[in-house]
């Protein structure tokens, strides 16, 4: 897709125009990080952004949050105006001195912070966690209490960055379930980064392909086998015709 592809859709839960992204130092040389970057998250999506290390995936998140103002394009909507938006990151980011209920509570607005989560809580298995603090929990667990923290505002779209990496397979695998389980339940939109692409394979709807730095889109793949359908033998010929047509993105 370029970036005349990708114009502001009504329907779209996030549409992205990214024209040029350039990190300046006055110690070194300019290094340009995006470059026409373009695409849009339909409700109801699972999008996963696959890139080589150092690609801009981490950047491109940060522009998507709101987080840097510093590059040429547009997000719609603004996410400074309330985009409703839930931010899972590799660190669970838990303050440990509060319980597990006061670290997903303390991230709802002030006005909403009394809100009911018994809900949320049980279908992620957290209700006997809830009066535990952080360093009582496995990072699995920690993760899910992230998850929590994510969902108690009731998002639009949920924004995923290496959710699973440095679990092991069963609690990897446990995660994946919970989030496909609540998307399809919430109806609620995904964009997951992730260098695992079997993990991408078994979730997703729809893959971004993203060339080396700066990023740009090199291909959009689209996985019409429902999630339910797909085995290993799909996720290793999916990888492998990948890493065939791609070679500078999907590593063989």
């Known amino acids: 897709m370029r970036m005349s592809d990708a114009g502001a859709d009504p329907a779209a839960v996030l549409t992205a125009r990214i024209a040029r992204k350039v990190y300046r130092s006055a110690r070194s040389e300019p290094v340009e990080a995006v470059r026409d970057l373009a695409f849009a998250i339909a409700p109801g999506e699972v999008v996963c952004l696959i890139g080589p290390s150092g690609a801009g995936k ?54 909403r912070r009394g809100r009911d989560l018994d809900a949320l809580f049980e279908h992620l298995a957290l209700t006997p966690w809830r009066g535990r603090f952080p360093g009582a929990l496995s990072l699995g667990m920690q993760r899910r209490v992230a998850l929590a923290r994510a969902l108690a505002d009731d998002p639009r779209l949920l924004i995923l960055d290496e959710p699973f990496v440095s679990l092991d397979d069963a609690a990897a695998a446990s995660l994946r379930g919970l989030v496909v389980d609540t998307v399809d339940r919430l109806g609620m939109s995904v964009l ?53 047509l791609y070679p500078g993105v999907i590593a063989d």
């Open 58 to 111: 981490t950047t491109t998140l940060r522009i998507l949050l709101g987080l840097d103002r510093d590059y040429e394009g547009s997000v719609e909507p603004d996410p400074r105006g309330g985009a409703g938006i839930g931010m899972v990151f590799q660190d669970p980011r838990l303050l440990p001195w509060r319980t597990v209920e006061q670290n997903v509570r303390l991230a709802l607005p002030r006005e």
């Open 192 to 244: 997951m980064v992730t260098h695992n692409v079997a993990e991408a394979l078994e979730i997703a709807d729809r893959l971004l392909l993203l060339s080396p730095r700066p990023a740009s889109l090199v291909a959009t793949v689209p996985l019409a086998l429902p999630r339910r359908e797909r085995g290993r033998a799909f996720a290793e010929a999916t990888r492998r015709d990948l890493a065939r």
